[in-house]
């Protein structure tokens, strides 16, 4: 049974709009959500993060949002641009087990 | 900085053989993980260690055992592989309790 799960397995975007990227949780012990970015070929970078105590990260052009009633976080990329194409994991820390979902692959069209 | 190094890079192995990935982090980081990258399925966690001398299970640990008889390196063994075992691995290390992770380059096992 999937604790993390990313519904979309991908994403177009036309450059310059605003991309959303959801994720859904199950477990209510998670401490942390985190958002990572993956290039082919290349291994997961860290991207952002929010306290379970939060609502709202905002860095730069990424915000990632927790909604803890409804067990759901989205990540806000405004405005989206052609590097911002890659595959974006959500993650869940709980209990030094950090639980990945399965990826949204982001296409940004020109 | 070289941060996580993995090797190798990409491997070809018959059934039934013993393989161990390699993973090396010059980050000082307490804690490091193993992930396999699957097609629909994600990153899955097959062990971790918080610190040196500790491991855990995670998600997926079945035919995979670690060690972790010192800080920086964390290798992965697969005692008898298995195609189903055919994946990219993902080593990774952290510092912080928040879940921030670095990554390495993966390793592509291919088990015929």
């Known amino acids: 049974d999937q604790q993390v799960k990313q519904n979309s397995p991908s994403l177009s975007v036309q450059e310059g709009r605003i991309s959303i990227l959801n994720c859904d949780y199950t477990n209510s012990m998670f401490d942390y959500f985190l958002w990572y970015k993956k290039y082919p070929a290349e291994g997961p970078t860290f991207l952002i993060s929010i306290s379970s105590i939060k609502d709202k990260n905002e860095d730069g052009r990424f915000t990632v949002f927790l909604n803890k009633s409804a067990k759901h976080l989205s990540l806000h990329i405004v405005p989206s641009q052609p590097g911002d194409s890659a595959v974006y994991f959500c993650a869940a820390v709980s209990a030094s087990k950090i639980i990945f979902g399965s990826g949204t692959r982001l296409s940004i069209r020109p | 900085i070289a941060g996580i190094t993995q090797a190798p890079t990409s491997q070809i192995l018959a059934a039934g053989r013993r393989m161990t990935l390699r993973c090396t982090q010059d980050m000082r980081h307490n804690a490091m993980y193993w992930y396999r990258q699957d097609l629909g399925l994600g990153l899955r966690l097959i062990h971790y260690?918080?610190?040196?001398?500790?491991?855990g299970k995670g998600e997926v640990p079945d035919g995979y055992s670690v060690s972790r008889a010192n800080t920086d390196d964390f290798p992965l063994q697969l005692a008898s592989a298995v195609p189903s075992q055919t994946s990219v691995y993902f080593c990774?290390?952290?510092?912080?309790?928040?879940?921030?992770?670095?990554f390495g380059e993966g390793s592509r096992l291919t088990v015929l």
């Open positions: 990774a290390s952290s510092e912080k309790e928040s879940g921030e992770l670095f």
């Open positions: 260690s918080n610190t040196a001398g500790t491991t």
